[in-house]
């Protein structure tokens, strides 16, 4: 794990899928943009916009984003914070920023030292109201459902797996991802079936059922309604040089 020796504070992006790390330094994620899923030793936590998470130096977390986001990033020395007083920011559980504090982190990414020290001391002393746990954990949803998609899942099974009414689930999903979570899982499958379609041995109908559609049938009317062609026609016109060929034959 490398070390720093400054503070260093940008705006990141985080990827669509369940990732880990652990670094020699705290860290403070504050949300802009979007809504990144982490989870640490002291649970997990939807980090939204104006939502601050420390992490502490040596702790492992696992993060997800299901959908766009921005967040500002703060990689903080362990030493530098223990010279400044701030070690007790990142002892904390998660918690909500004033609005003012909020509106002030979106411009801290590659600001100078004096201008961070100002923003995590006035961080510190706001004491905000601390984040509740949330009971919708894509963390743990999204990647049983996306290795199972030839499953028949319905929004009901995947709201009692969070132990949520299927409204609530469904509200909270949309908030969190960005789509209605059967159009999310729509778009899901449909991805695996284009990557599916690449292989010229799987038959329409056997991709079909790998992906999670009723039949071929279901499969042809859904894949044309958000390609506006049919799967055989998509998959002729991205089919490689060597099978282009054979079908000319």
């Known amino acids: 794990m490398a070390e720093l020796d400054r503070p260093l504070g940008e705006a990141r ?21 979007g809504t990144v899923e982490l989870e640490t030793g002291r649970g997990g ?12 130096e040596g702790e492992v977390h696992h993060y997800l984003a299901a959908g766009d986001n921005r967040c500002l990033v703060l990689d903080l020395p362990v030493a530098w914070c ?21 509106e002030r982190a979106r411009h801290l990414a ?18 905000g109201r601390q984040v509740a746990m949330p009971r919708l954990r894509l963390m743990r949803l999204l990647p049983e459902v996306l290795a199972t998609l030839e499953r028949p899942w319905r929004v009901g099974e995947m709201a009692a797996r969070c132990h949520l009414a299927e409204a ?17 899982l729509t778009e899901r499958r449909l991805e695996r079936a284009c990557r599916l379609m ?12 790998a992906c999670g559609f009723a039949d ?21 016109d991205h089919a490689g040089p060597t099978r282009a060929s054979n079908a000319l034959r």
């Open 45 to 56: 936590v939807h980090v939204a916009p104006g939502v601050l998470a420390p992490i502490a």
């Open 216 to 236: 071929a049938a279901h499969f042809s009317r859904t894949f044309r309604a958000q390609h506006g062609l049919s799967p055989r026609q998509w998959r002729q």
């Open 168 to 184: 609530a689930f469904a509200r909270q999903f949309r908030a969190l991802v960005g789509q209605a979570p059967h159009a999310w």
């Open 198 to 209: 690449a292989e010229p041995q799987a038959s329409l109908t056997e991709i079909a059922v």
């Open 82 to 102: 223990d010279a400044l007083g701030m070690g007790a920011l990142v002892e904390r559980r998660a918690y909500r920023l004033s609005p003012a504090l909020r």
């Open 110 to 127: 590659g600001a100078g030292n004096l201008a961070l020290v100002e923003w995590l001391e006035a961080s510190l002393v706001c004491g």
């Open 13 to 33: 992006s985080y990827p669509a899928q369940v990732l880990t790390d652990r670094h020699a330094y705290h860290q403070v994620l504050v949300g802009l943009e």
